[in-house]
């Protein structure tokens, strides 16, 4: 109305819940033609002052007092396209605007405050530079060490030099012992500072001229283009592992280029990354940014900056790498699309691919889904461009199912063994993937049946060596490893099942003559780990990588004749619809890691159910027939892409509190929208000591889902607080 005071509406990013909505902020003289949508403010919050981001600008939504904006944080706003995309997660996803808007704000925009001497304000911990790391190098006597001493030098033999945090999990030693050995000389130890970009990306050859596209390679980027040109659209470029994708994610974000539009390439994990950015940059030169969660706040600073001058136009990264603020991309890739960490499981549980498809197709761009193993949803929905025989003309590897019923208790099946020496006598390498960590997955007493469970979660405690230990997968309790059991005092302690420890035990033995690389959780963590590993395994001589499902995601490596999955059907066990869809594109992905550049090629899968239809398909590397399947499967059952899940989760202190308040819930949802089919409350196993009750809820159209459960929340969370029952909702869950 005229006369009336300039008014903002801001979002203050605090995760209260009673603060999850705009508040109106009078705009001071001074600040009017300042402040706008995706401005940083400084808010007055009772006494305090805390950070918000304008959402709107216009009259003020109520007739009370005002009270003005203390200021403008001294930072870039957030670009209009990633405000709209965090109000669209926090209505698509029912999550809080203030988490949905922590996604999109610059490097460091989120801290505590200080007003500078000339009444600015700015951030009291600006983003600090990387921090000096211990790097270890083998020191002159390093060849007198022995016994636990030799170990940490055989690592260091194959980097060169590496973090010292990331040699003691290698070696399995302790600080202590690499000190005792740089004073012994047998080491060096120094601070070194990394790199803005320490991505440790993998020793690449020198630019070489980029390959003739083969017709298929050409006709998809030919597509790509055309849309690009026609306005924008989505595809699913479904190709055969080694039929050249990246191939043409890299000629469509030349075409795009030239266009004078920018690209997103989001790869599903971190450990990718490097592999990927090392191409690009070979490939497209400068301008190409690497994106991820783990970047340090000053790297991450650096890279905004750059994308938002222009200076860069191509970002690559994990899930997050969706929001970097490239302007206006032309091309949005999502690589291996079918992998579930492109949905995160923490709030706000945002789906990556959706958030992809918005992006690209918001901005008149493209958004294209590369996968050997696509999702029945994206097979179902999207436009195929097909790339049916691998780049260089050669075969896939035929695949042997093993029946581990007819073979002995080791993880080791007699087939996989043979191939495994044959390989080593002939110098060339193979990847095993056994997805389940640590050495033995249980222990339990013989006598009198007593199991090791986690005194928290009510799920066994997995064995672990290097140091030897008892750990909880959950909740990350230890415990250490009993010498006779704690219920009757029989020394019949026994370990039941293999992790990649215990596996990893079993190929010393049956394949002496291959160096073993062990990728998991455990022995991959820290920064650059991952790369570090591959490069080991690429060294000459014959070798074994052998770890969980990060094995097979999308490492092309070299002189690999020997692919093998271990107890591939064990996902089968979950009572879970994606199962199938799980189990099938583990083989598949793992098949596709042997004979990439045509050499004759073994693949083994290990099985108890060989003739499962998840295992028997996979093997037979037959995806159009499985997508077709499970389509027809989930059809009948009303399941995605035939309708939408929502799933809500409640824990809390005691199970009777959340089994009552799941019940009430489940009410209140039925009240709500009465059409909608609610399943459960299914009781969960304790975790971190909370009890826990599922529920899934099944419709036609998601939004009309997720109303209901929020409205039904809205009703019955005054009641549970109290009591401590908390309850999460997870729009199209990944698992159920």
């Known amino acids: 109305m005229t006369g009336a005071p300039a008014a903002v509406q801001v979002h203050l990013l605090v995760d209260a819940r009673a603060l999850d909505r ?163 000389g047998r080491l060096v130890l120094r601070e070194e500072t990394p790199d803005a970009e320490d991505v440790h990306a993998l020793t690449a050859a020198p630019p070489a001229p980029p390959p003739e596209p083969t017709a298929e390679q050409a006709a998809a980027v030919a597509r790509i283009a055309g849309l690009a040109r026609g306005g924008g659209g989505s595809l699913l470029l479904y190709g055969v592992t080694g039929s050249g994708k990246t191939e043409v994610y890299l000629r469509a974000i030349e075409e795009v280029r030239r266009a004078g539009r920018g690209a997103i390439v989001l790869v599903p994990e971190i450990s990718l990354t490097p592999q990927v950015l090392a191409r690009m ?62 949905k995160q499981d923490a ?88 997805n389940r960590r640590g050495f033995a997955l249980m222990a339990l007493c013989r006598s009198c049946g007593w199991l090791a469970a986690c005194p928290s979660c009510d799920t066994s405690m997995v064995h672990h060596l290097d140091p030897p230990r008892l750990a909880c997968h959950h909740c990350g309790r230890e415990a250490p490893v009993p010498t006779v059991c704690p219920q009757c005092g029989a020394a019949e302690v026994m370990r039941g099942g293999h992790g990649t420890q215990g596996l990893e035990q079993a190929l010393r033995r049956v394949a002496p003559a291959m160096r073993l690389v062990r990728m998991d959780a455990s022995s991959a963590s820290g920064r650059g780990a991952v790369a570090r590993l591959l490069e080991a395994f690429a060294a000459p001589g014959p070798a074994v990588l052998l770890g969980t499902q990060m094995v097979a995601k999308g490492h092309d490596l070299p002189d690999v004749t020997v692919a093998a999955v271990l107890d591939a059907d064990a996902g089968l066990r979950h009572a879970d619809f994606r199962a199938e869809e799980r189990t099938f594109s583990l083989i598949v992905q793992a098949a596709g890691r042997a004979g990439r550049r045509g050499e004759p090629a073994t693949v083994i899968v290990q099985a108890f159910e060989p003739q499962a239809r998840a295992v028997r398909l996979g093997a037979d590397l037959a995806v159009p027939a499985f997508l077709e399947g499970e389509l027809e499967r989930r059809a009948r059952r009303g399941m ?35 059409e909608l089919r609610v399943m459960g409350p299914v009781p969960l196993h304790r975790l971190r000591g909370r009890h826990r009750r599922a529920l899934l809820v099944r419709a036609e159209r998601s939004r009309a889902a997720t109303r209901a459960c929020v409205r039904a929340l809205e009703r019955v969370w005054p009641g549970m607080e109290p009591e401590g029952v908390r309850a999460a909702i997870d729009v199209d869950p990944q698992v159920t």
């Not at 009078?26 to 949508?37: I, R, S, T, W």
């Not at 959340?658 to 819930?665: E, H």
């Open 22 to 184: 705009p508040l109106d902020y009078l705009v001071p003289a001074e600040l009017q033609g300042v402040v706008g949508p995706g401005t940083l403010v400084a808010c007055p919050l009772g006494p305090r002052r805390g950070v918000g981001v304008v959402v709107a600008a216009g009259p003020p939504t109520h007739t009370g007092r005002l009270v003005p904006l203390s200021g403008v944080v001294d930072a870039p706003p957030v670009p209009a396209e990633l405000m709209e995309l965090a109000a669209w997660i926090a209505a698509y996803d029912a999550a809080p605007m203030a988490a949905c808007l922590r996604l999109v704000l610059p490097p460091g925009a989120e801290g505590a405050l200080r007003r500078r001497p000339d009444g600015t304000w700015a951030l009291a911990t600006p983003p600090r530079g990387p921090r000096p790391r211990l790097v270890a190098r083998a020191g002159p006597l390093a060849s007198a060490a022995t016994g636990r001493q030799a170990e940490v030098v055989a690592a260091l033999a194959v980097s060169g030099a590496m973090p010292a945090a990331d040699l003691v999990r290698a070696a399995g030693t302790t600080m202590p012992t690499l000190r005792r050995m740089a004073k012994a």
């Open 281 to 342: 940059r070979m490939r497209l030169g400068d301008g190409v940014e690497v994106w991820h969660s783990a970047m340090a706040p000053a790297e991450r600073a650096a890279a905004y900056a750059r994308l938002r001058e222009g200076r860069s136009d191509v970002v690559v990264g994990a899930r997050s790498a969706v929001f970097a603020p490239v302007d206006r991309p032309g091309l949005v890739i999502v690589d291996e699309e079918h992998d579930a960490s492109y």
């Open 347 to 434: 709030m706000p549980r945002y789906d990556a691919r959706q958030v992809a498809f918005l992006r690209a197709t918001r901005a008149n761009g493209v958004v294209v889904y590369g996968s050997a193993t696509p999702r029945p949803e994206t097979w179902h929905a999207l436009e195929r461009v097909v790339l049916t025989t691998r780049a260089d003309g050669s075969l896939p590897p035929r695949v042997r199912v093993v029946d581990m019923r007819t073979q002995g208790s080791g993880p080791v099946s007699a087939p996989l063994a043979r191939a495994l020496r044959d390989a080593a006598d002939r110098g060339e390498k193979a990847v095993i993937l056994l």
């Open 640 to 674: 995605p892409p035939f309708g939408h899940l929502v799933r809500i989760v409640m824990d809390g202190p005691t199970r009777d509190a959340v089994s009552r308040w799941a019940g009430r819930l489940l009410e209140e949802i039925g009240t709500a929208d009465p």
